[in-house]
């Protein structure tokens, strides 16, 4: 409402039945400036305060007809003049004027005649001046009010702007939300279908509105609602829960979806909201990483499988043919050939797995013609193809490799020169993938490892071979100027060629110790020599492990003198009998008992204990030790310990070798069991007991000269 505001006058109503007394009052007034009413009557008066308001009436109360205290009453009566200030003027005296009266109308003062213009212009300027401030003040607050009506109402029409473009905002995101918002009635009825659920479902709004929720989720949504006491307890609480559940399309095709849900109060009812997101592409992917997991785990044992089986042959022809059945199986090929390639780049067929009419000579020429199988030589490198083009068969030949389809070539270098291809074919047309390549670069890598292995070992055992039969022959050889050297030295000594000169004794006996030592080498040699070629004869009998142990220490006797050394024996009580080669064992104890003395630091000691059960011997020592990284080692054909310290003891390395394989063939070991540098060492032969009580102990057999060692 629009507020006009008053002009700033106000106005003075002046009632007297006496025209001039009228008169009188506004000249007095006048220089008030205000607005004077002049009325002649109380009925007048009346009139006057329904049509305005007063600052304040001045009225005579002595009035003809209607007197001032009646007027004065009626003008109270009217709402608009209830509280308009009167002031009496009267021409009695104060006492005789009836002011109780006039006050409890609702006097504020009387003015008796006659009148002094000063008191009377004041007075009225009072209440002038307290309606215009009045005025003044009702129009500020009226402008206020209006202020604050106008702010509120901006304010309303922002929140009403705002409330829309919410609701704006919302329904764009419901329908721009890649998910399926789905709102129910309490009957479980849609009433909010979005965009997102029609592109999820596959079905419209307008079709689906209305519709129970069955024919989206055909299981319903009860079981997910929160449970809830009689009256509604739950609503609006959200379970943040993702279910997985069953959906289905317009077309009726199921599909997985992923469901949360939620209740909320509206309008006296319950609406459920449904928030679906379609997960069967997100199925489809786990699924798809889940067998890409299960084929490169496969591929992976497959692998290390292959490793296993590959690495288990030192034969280079076998790791290739094993090789030839592995990766048929692992690319899944119909056939398998395995072509050897020449030093000048000819091909061969060297094997052929799962092949129908195997054995066409005329295979490894035509696949020589195959560009693919040249590119992946010349790649060194796995290649995919085709079928391959062999040409029409021979007369009366199946045509070689006929219905090939699909062609993998795996060329295998060892060494940078490819040495064999293997060519896999697949009869059904399923090509060969990236997935077939990387398995066979794998397997190709792998392969030319244990190939290389192969050759390597072949080669050192072919070096090996030569080696053992160059040292045979030569030990063959030496064995009869030996004989003969030591014949004669014989003959020299016991006079048979005439007695020697004067002082020739010592040295003849020196050579023929010297000639001994060698006679024992080259016996030494020929054994290791018949060991590798699995010729030493083996004859067991039944003996007391003692005597062998007494019989040692007698053949160890001559030496251990002439050295100084001192030897302990702890033999058992009672016999300890085995069942073994008695000269191969006498072998093994001159050979520990020879060591002991050889390897010996200062004086040598040495003990031999005999042990049953099982029946064994221990030959300690307080030598020079091995260390423990040579413990095993120096059981090694021709290894010795090169310590200077020794000063090159005269050795081939044989004896322990030798030993240990005796001690096997007895089906016994031999070990060092402990031993410490520059402590000394145990080392232990443990033999078998006979299988049964022996009918006759036999003794064991003398050991030839020719095996003991001499002295240094
Ligand atoms: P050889 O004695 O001819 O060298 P062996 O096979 O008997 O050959 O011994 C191999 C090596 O083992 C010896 O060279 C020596 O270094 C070490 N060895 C053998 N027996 C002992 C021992 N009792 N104490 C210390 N070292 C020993």
């Given at each position: 409402?629009?507020?006009?505001?008053?002009?700033?006058?106000?106005?003075?109503?002046?009632?007297?039945?006496?025209?001039?007394?009228?008169?009188?009052?506004?000249?007095?007034?006048?220089?008030?400036?205000?607005?004077?009413?002049?009325?002649?009557?109380?009925?007048?008066?009346?009139?006057?305060?329904?049509?305005?308001?007063?600052?304040?009436?001045?009225?005579?109360?002595?009035?003809?007809?209607?007197?001032?205290?009646?007027?004065?009453?009626?003008?109270?009566?009217?709402?608009?003049?209830?509280?308009?200030?009167?002031?009496?003027?009267?021409?009695?005296?104060?006492?005789?004027?009836?002011?109780?009266?006039?006050?409890?109308?609702?006097?504020?003062?009387?003015?008796?005649?006659?009148?002094?213009?000063?008191?009377?212009?004041?007075?009225?300027?009072?209440?002038?001046?307290?309606?215009?401030?009045?005025?003044?003040?009702?129009?500020?607050?009226?402008?206020?009010?209006?202020?604050?009506?106008?702010?509120?109402?901006?304010?309303?029409?922002?929140?009403?702007?705002?409330?829309?473009?919410?609701?704006?905002?919302?329904?764009?995101?419901?329908?721009?939300?890649?998910?399926?918002?789905?709102?129910?009635?309490?009957?479980?009825?849609?009433?909010?279908?979005?965009?997102?659920?029609?592109?999820?479902?596959?079905?419209?709004?307008?079709?689906?509105?209305?519709?129970?929720?069955?024919?989206?989720?055909?299981?319903?949504?009860?079981?997910?609602?929160?449970?809830?006491?009689?009256?509604?307890?739950?609503?609006?609480?959200?379970?943040?829960?993702?279910?997985?559940?069953?959906?289905?399309?317009?077309?009726g095709t199921p599909f997985p979806a992923e469901m949360t849900i939620s209740e909320f109060p509206e309008g006296g009812h319950t609406i459920t909201a449904v928030i679906l997101r379609d997960i069967s592409e997100r199925r489809a992917a786990e699924a798809e990483v889940r067998r890409l997991n299960e084929d490169l785990n496969q591929r992976l044992s497959a692998g290390v499988d292959l490793v296993a089986h590959?690495?288990?042959?030192?034969?280079?022809?076998?790791?290739?043919?094993?090789?030839?059945?592995?990766?048929?199986?692992?690319?899944?090929?119909?056939?398998?050939?395995?072509?050897?390639?020449?030093?000048?780049?000819?091909?061969?067929?060297?094997?052929?797995?799962?092949?129908?009419?195997?054995?066409?000579?005329?295979?490894?020429?035509?696949?020589?013609?195959?560009?693919?199988?040249?590119?992946?030589?010349?790649?060194?490198?796995?290649?995919?193809?085709?079928?391959?083009?062999?040409?029409?068969?021979?007369?009366?030949?199946?045509?070689?490799?006929?219905?090939?389809?699909?062609?993998?070539?795996?060329?295998?270098?060892?060494?940078?020169?490819?040495?064999?291809?293997?060519?896999?074919?697949?009869?059904?047309?399923?090509?060969?993938?990236?997935?077939?390549?990387?398995?066979?670069?794998?397997?190709?890598?792998?392969?030319?490892?244990?190939?290389?292995?192969?050759?390597?070992?072949?080669?050192?055992?072919?070096?090996?071979?030569?080696?053992?039969?160059?040292?045979?022959?030569?030990?063959?050889?030496?064995?009869?100027?030996?004989?003969?050297?030591?014949?004669?030295?014989?003959?020299?000594?016991?006079?048979?060629?005439?007695?020697?000169?004067?002082?020739?004794?010592?040295?003849?006996?020196?050579?023929?110790?010297?000639?001994?030592?060698?006679?024992?080498?080259?016996?030494?040699?020929?054994?290791?020599?018949?060991?590798?070629?699995?010729?030493?004869?083996?004859?067991?009998?039944?003996?007391?492990?003692?005597?062998?142990?007494?019989?040692?220490?007698?053949?160890?006797?001559?030496?251990?003198?002439?050295?100084?050394?001192?030897?302990?024996?702890?033999?058992?009580?009672?016999?300890?009998?085995?069942?073994?080669?008695?000269?191969?064992?006498?072998?093994?104890?001159?050979?520990?008992?020879?060591?002991?003395?050889?390897?010996?630091?200062?004086?040598?000691?040495?003990?031999?204990?005999?042990?049953?059960?099982?029946?064994?011997?221990?030959?300690?020592?307080?030598?020079?030790?091995?260390?423990?990284?040579?413990?095993?080692?120096?059981?090694?054909?021709?290894?010795?310990?090169?310590?200077?310290?020794?000063?090159?003891?005269?050795?081939?390395?044989?004896?322990?070798?030798?030993?240990?394989?005796?001690?096997?063939?007895?089906?016994?070991?031999?070990?060092?069991?402990?031993?410490?540098?520059?402590?000394?060492?145990?080392?232990?032969?443990?033999?078998?007991?006979?299988?049964?009580?022996?009918?006759?102990?036999?003794?064991?057999?003398?050991?030839?000269?020719?095996?003991?060692?001499?002295?240094?």
């Amino acid at each position: 409402m629009e507020f006009a505001p008053r002009a700033a006058r106000a106005s003075v109503l002046l009632v007297d039945d006496d025209t001039s007394k009228l008169t009188a009052l506004e000249a007095v007034l006048a220089p008030l400036g205000q607005n004077l009413v002049r009325a002649q009557s109380g009925r007048e008066a009346l009139r006057a305060v329904l049509a305005d308001d007063f600052a304040v009436i001045l009225l005579d109360v002595r009035m003809s007809g209607m007197d001032g205290f009646e007027t004065a009453e009626l003008i109270r009566q009217r709402e608009r003049s209830e509280r308009t200030p009167i002031i009496f003027v009267t021409a009695y005296g104060a006492g005789e004027a009836n002011l109780e009266r006039g006050y409890r109308l609702g006097a504020v003062d009387f003015i008796f005649a006659p009148v002094v213009p000063e008191i009377l212009r004041t007075k009225v300027s009072v209440f002038v001046d307290l309606m215009l401030k009045t005025d003044e003040i009702r129009l500020q607050a009226e402008r206020l009010r209006e202020l604050e009506r106008r702010e509120l109402s901006r304010r309303l029409e922002r929140a009403e702007l705002g409330r829309l473009q919410a609701e704006a905002r919302f329904a764009s995101v419901l329908d721009f939300a890649a998910d399926g918002i789905v709102a129910l009635d309490g009957q479980r009825h849609v009433v909010l279908f979005n965009r997102g659920a029609e592109h999820i479902f596959g079905r419209t709004a307008a079709e689906t509105i209305g519709q129970p929720i069955d024919v989206l989720l055909p299981d319903g949504v009860e079981e997910f609602l929160l449970p809830r006491d009689g009256d509604g307890e739950g609503v609006g609480r959200h379970d943040r829960h993702r279910h997985e559940v069953a959906a289905v399309r317009a077309d009726g095709t199921p599909f997985p979806a992923e469901m949360t849900i939620s209740e909320f109060p509206e309008g006296g009812h319950t609406i459920t909201a449904v928030i679906l997101r379609d997960i069967s592409e997100r199925r489809a992917a786990e699924a798809e990483v889940r067998r890409l997991n299960e084929d490169l785990n496969q591929r992976l044992s497959a692998g290390v499988d292959l490793v296993a089986h590959l690495a288990a042959s030192l034969d280079p022809s076998e790791v290739l043919a094993r090789l030839l059945v592995r990766v048929s199986a692992a690319v899944k090929a119909d056939e398998g050939v395995l072509l050897r390639v020449d030093d000048r780049g000819g091909l061969s067929v060297a094997g052929r797995h799962a092949a129908e009419g195997a054995g066409n000579d005329q295979l490894g020429v035509l696949l020589h013609r195959q560009p693919l199988i040249r590119r992946a030589i010349s790649e060194r490198m796995p290649v995919v193809g085709g079928g391959l083009d062999l040409g029409p068969p021979a007369e009366g030949e199946q045509a070689p490799m006929s219905g090939v389809l699909h062609t993998a070539v795996l060329p295998l270098a060892v060494d940078g020169r490819v040495s064999a291809v293997l060519v896999l074919t697949r009869h059904r047309d399923d090509p060969f993938t990236a997935g077939d390549t990387e398995m066979l670069l794998l397997i190709g890598n792998v392969a030319t490892v244990a190939l290389r292995n192969a050759q390597l070992f072949d080669e050192a055992q072919q070096a090996s071979i030569t080696k053992s039969e160059f040292l045979r022959m030569a030990a063959h050889e030496l064995r009869t100027p030996a004989g003969v050297l030591r014949g004669y030295l014989s003959m020299l000594r016991d006079g048979t060629l005439g007695s020697s000169p004067p002082g020739w004794e010592r040295p003849l006996e020196v050579v023929d110790a010297k000639a001994g030592e060698l006679t024992g080498l080259i016996d030494e040699l020929l054994l290791a020599a018949s060991m590798e070629g699995g010729t030493v004869p083996v004859h067991p009998e039944v003996f007391d492990l003692r005597e062998a142990v007494g019989a040692a220490l007698g053949r160890a006797e001559g030496r251990a003198t002439l050295l100084g050394a001192r030897i302990e024996s702890d033999l058992a009580a009672d016999p300890v009998l085995v069942e073994a080669d008695s000269e191969h064992i006498g072998r093994i104890l001159d050979n520990l008992v020879n060591n002991a003395l050889t390897y010996s630091a200062g004086e040598p000691w040495l003990r031999l204990s005999v042990a049953e059960a099982p029946p064994r011997v221990a030959v300690d020592d307080h030598g020079v030790g091995v260390d423990p990284e040579q413990a095993e080692r120096i059981f090694e054909r021709f290894y010795r310990v090169n310590d200077p310290a020794l000063g090159y003891p005269p050795g081939t390395g044989l004896g322990l070798y030798i030993s240990r394989d005796l001690a096997g063939l007895a089906g016994g070991t031999l070990a060092l069991e402990h031993s410490r540098p520059g402590e000394g060492s145990r080392f232990v032969l443990t033999l078998r007991a006979p299988a049964r009580t022996p009918v006759e102990v036999a003794r064991p057999a003398p050991v030839p000269a020719g095996r003991r060692r001499g002295g240094r």
